[in-house]
């Protein structure tokens, strides 16, 4: 079972509807990521937050705007998508930095569908 | 330019078997790596990471890696499948010292387990 809980599982929504993802992780660490994955692919780096600050953002659109209110939850706030942004949207967070950065821990996706 | 190669779309194997997943990667230095499973409609499951010492590393389910600096590669292996091993599997590197979120992942393979 995974400790990282994403909500909803699945979302679908229209080019004009505004969603949030969320993202929750007890385990204390202090490092929270935002990844996107279309099928059969690798995910790709959208955002990393560190110790709740933005220290990565992968030049991703401003459609997605990512919040962490706190070290335990992560948000992603949707607006204006288009349908390419239909995908799996994958939550991880890890310990910390050097090798514990590679060890991600991921929750089980959003998998979203723009209209 | 850093990159990680699975050179194989997908691996058939029959339960029993021993199986191989390749991984190579382009990499400066002495990089970390890491293998994950996606098993369908989840998120990535860490499986085993290689910092140092022992060329062998020994995961999760019975999985181990093989370390091999000159051909830098790292394959993924297990002496004997199970049908519930078939699943996507990602190789993934991280440069010693890169910023958090800088874990290049491969493309996948698909690890089909035939009983």
């Known amino acids: 079972d995974t400790e990282v809980t994403q909500t909803p599982k699945h979302l679908v929504m229209g080019m004009t509807n505004k969603k949030s993802l969320k993202c929750e992780q007890h385990m204390g660490h202090r490092a929270m990521y935002w990844y996107k994955q279309k099928a059969k692919k690798p995910p790709e780096l959208m955002f990393v937050y560190s110790y709740e600050k933005l220290s990565i953002n992968e030049s991703v659109p401003s459609r997605f705007s990512p919040e962490c209110p706190n070290s335990s939850l992560l948000n992603l706030h949707l607006h204006a998508l288009q349908p390419e942004d239909s995908a799996l949207y994958l939550c991880?967070?890890?310990?910390?930095?050097?090798?514990?950065?590679?060890?991600?821990?991921f929750g089980e996706g959003s998998r979203l569908t723009v209209l | 330019a850093q990159s990680v190669a699975q050179p194989e779309d997908q691996v058939n194997v029959a339960e029993g078997n021993p199986l191989t997943v390749k991984c190579t990667y382009s990499?400066?230095?002495?990089?970390?790596l890491f293998w994950y499973v996606q098993y369908p409609n989840r998120g990535l499951q860490f499986l085993l990471k290689?910092?140092?010492?022992?060329?062998l590393v020994k995961g999760s389910y019975g999985f181990e890696a093989e370390f091999n600096k000159s051909q830098t590669s790292f394959h993924l292996k297990k002496p004997s499948a199970l049908v519930s091993d078939s699943a996507l599997y990602f190789c993934a590197v991280r440069r010693r010292g890169g910023s958090q979120g800088n874990l290049i992942f491969g493309k996948g393979t698909k690890l089909s387990v035939k009983p």
């Open positions: 991880a967070s890890s310990r910390g930095q050097g090798v514990e950065a590679g060890e991600l821990f």
């Open positions: 990499v400066s230095g002495n990089p970390y």
């Open positions: 290689y910092i140092t010492g022992d060329n």
